[in-house]
């Protein structure tokens, strides 16, 4: 498995670089957060990201997509986990998008996932629950038969991207109980469908996030997504994919934090020298670079993984995500006590990258549930 980048990802990533640079610095980021604008990002750069081909770029071109699989889209989220980008990449396209791209239909496709591409609708995955930690088969959000199709009422919560969705894919139980794989249902439920409501939720990383309420929303049959009561296995498929999309934007922000701990550490004088100077910041500053280079190793192996197909995919996830959650909480909190007292004020960026390496870890499985899950898939 080839693990450097070909020359279209090349210049992908010069671009996507570039781009991020000019549109999203961090102070973009500090003004989104201390604005009270409920959408939390701007609607003018993610278009922008559209017009770019980003959003195109893990679909085939079936579906209207560039067919660079998620290789090519961790060197975008990686870009994007440089300027802390709050835009919907992930929720929208690694995710919801993933699930329709998977198993949607053909009218699916075309009335929701087309738009996406383009950047012209905005679509947020529904599966997390109150107190369901990190088991997709733990859903509890019944979905009722009604006239042929199916009446939901209830909430997920920790919705990425979805206080402005345009439309939710919701994981629903039309069979069985909390717990079973199988009855689980996903369903493509409209924004201004009757009965539809979101509340934002405000995260330590400031990224975005809402509670989704459902009070007896009534969908028809062809709201079903694959087939009923067969969506845990699609759910699985798609969390993985989203999984190693945010490993990218982990990547991202923890080498821009080693990036500016670097700079920093050639800039500061103490007595009269340059503290970059000092050996024991500079065993720390190694081990710092060899984590990000062990980091950048395994999430290409996990992208490249999933887009062939290989059997040890699975595995991989959980070996890159255990990874990053691990290295960038080390990378971010030496970055943080290397710069000193100056670090742990919030007039300084450097602590927007460990706020943001918490939320990250704790998203789609910690160090030790992706450990745990490594283990029971290798037999153990």
Known sequence: MALVLDEEQTMLAQTAGAFMRESSPISRFRALRDSSEERGYSLDVYKQMAELGWTAIPFSEADGGMGMGLAGLVIVTEAMGRGLAPEPLIPSIAMAGQALSLAGSADQKSTWLAPAIEGEKVLALAYAERGQ????????????????????????????GGQCADAFVVAARTAGKGGDADGITLLLVPADAAGVSTERQQRADCQNSAILKLEGVKLGADAVIGKAGEGHGVLCDVVDRATVALCGEMLGGMNEAFDRTLDYLKERKQ??????????????????????????????????????????????????????????????????????????????????????????????????????????????
């Open 271 to 380: 007595f009269d020298t340059v503290i970059g100077t000092f050996q024991a910041l500079k065993h720390r500053a190694a081990r710092m670079y060899i984590e990000l280079e062990l980091a950048r190793s395994v999430v290409m192996a996990a992208a490249r993984a999933i887009d062939d197909g290989a059997d040890n995919a699975k595995v991989l996830v959980s070996i890159a995500k255990a990874k990053l959650s691990d290295a960038y909480a080390l990378i971010t909190n030496e970055a943080v006590q290397m710069h000193g007292g100056i670090g742990m004020t919030d007039e300084h960026d450097i602590g927007f990258f460990m706020k943001r390496a918490r939320g990250c870890e704790m998203t789609f499985g910690d160090a030790a549930y992706h450990r745990d899950r490594f283990a029971s898939l290798s037999g153990y």
């Open 133 to 160: 930690r990190y088991d997709l088969r733990d859903i509890a959000l019944g979905a009722t038969d009604k006239d042929g199709g199916y009446e939901l009422s209830g909430e997920k919560t920790l919705v990425l």
